[in-house]
């Protein structure tokens, strides 16, 4: 298995540091550390002709405060440690700690400190008696200091990588590290947020691991504007303020943004006056960064020109449990409804994801400052999927891509893009000069797709049940 080596357009005498990560939603781990570095003033080049699944990165840092601040903000990561030694075996191992400069280890070794020293292994476990063994091969290292293991000043750690495959453990481990531990991730967030603990919640509020990722691609940090065109009920606008962002959005459906109508949580059936958007910020001591949140259609934006924002982070419905629409004129009521006055806007119409995203990319390039980023939510359906299939526009560049499964034959895939040019009028019209055209003209396209799906392994479950 390859080790990842990320390494950075600085001078080599940076420290290297081990990063731990979490093994879930591996496709969005890289752009997010990538996001955040770049956050805090690291440069990112690519070393490595693939990164992997590894839970284990090697990264080159400038200083302990960026590898630090990158702690504080991400929910990919779990650990990250001052990496004092690496081999493929114990005595590879030994020999690249001895090799590690003396005078980088004694500050935090001398007689006056206090130390303790941890195993932790990906996928195996050992008993307490091969951990002490461990631990004891050590003795080398000049520690002068008292091991202290309820509050020591520092932790130092045996990390040992035993391979992807839970099937096929191998006897000994295929990498060997050991790092003084600087600082752990913001994994708790995802527990402390969870929707299920949350004040209002609709049938799409997305996850708030996934929210807290998507503001970090979206590099959202304090005394930030960010917007949601298609808001729901606030999960993304939660995680931006959570780092310290000004927050605001608009949503077409009246009940949503107001907290009205039914509820959708079991077993009750109405929502309460404490379920609305402006609750959730409060319900995280985050009310002071909810600037507001308007009823409005985004593919009429009503903002004035001059408005800017940090970023726009948003979860466009697909047609599956939310419906995808927009308000009409008189000229374009549907037939068979009867004309309202000339002053009414009539029922909404259907509103084509391809129009959708087009309208979206148009706004972020005209509203967001220039290095905003724009991240979306993209359904595909992978069968038919390409990445021309991506909208493009000429004021945005395309950061990065990663695909979530939602079945057998659909994902979406997180969009990041960055604003690098200045909006003009013809700009607007680009996607249709280039012939661009998204898949999904019909409005209910990406619905019947997915459901066409469905719709087969049940027949094909039947089928073999008959059989």
Sequence with gaps: MRILAVAMALPCSLNRYLLLLAQEHLEFRLPEIKSLLSLFGGQFTNSQETYGKSPFWILSIPSEDIARNLMKRTVCAKSIFELWGHGKSP????????????????????????????????????????????????????????????NPQHIFSVLEDYGLDPNCIPENPHNIYFGRWIADGQRELIESYSVKKRHFIGNTSMDAGLSFIMANHGKVKENDIVFDPFVGTGGLLVASAHFGAYVCGTDIDYNTVHGLGKASRKNQKWRGPDENIRANLRQYGLEKYY?????????????????????????????????????????????????????????????????????????????????????????????????????????????????????????????TMEKVK??????????????????????????????SGLTKRIAKEEKSVQE
């Design 422 to 451: 200045k909006f003009e009028n013809r700009d607007q019209y680009s996607h249709l000069l280039s012939g661009q055209c998204l898949p999904y003209q019909g409005h209910n396209s990406f619905r019947e797709r997915y459901f």
């Design 291 to 415: 600037l507001d949140v308007l009823v409005s259609d985004a593919s009429k934006p009503s903002w004035r020109k001059g408005t800017y924002f940090d970023a726009i982070i948003t979860d466009p419905p697909y047609g599956i449990r939310e419906s995808t629409r927009r308000t009409g004129s008189q000229r374009e009521t549907p037939k068979g409804i009867e004309k309202c006055p000339e002053s009414h806007v009539p029922v909404s119409l259907s509103y084509h994801l391809s129009d959708m995203f087009f309208d979206l990319l148009n706004f972020a390039a005209e509203t967001l400052i220039l290095g905003g980023r724009l991240v979306y939510w993209l359904p595909v359906y992978t069968p038919e999927y390409t990445v021309d299939m991506v909208p493009w526009h000429p004021c945005l560049k395309l950061i990065s891509n990663c695909e979530q499964k939602l079945s057998s034959h659909t994902s979406r895939r997180l969009i």
């Design 91 to 150: 005595e590879e191992l030994y020999s690249s700690l001895k090799n590690y400069p003396v005078e980088k280890m004694v500050p935090f070794l001398h007689s006056g400190s206090t130390y303790k020293i941890k195993i932790h292994t990906f996928n195996k476990t050992l008993t307490q008696e091969e951990k002490v063994k461990r631990i004891d091969a050590l003795e080398f290292l000049p520690f002068e200091g008292k091991v202290n293991l309820k």
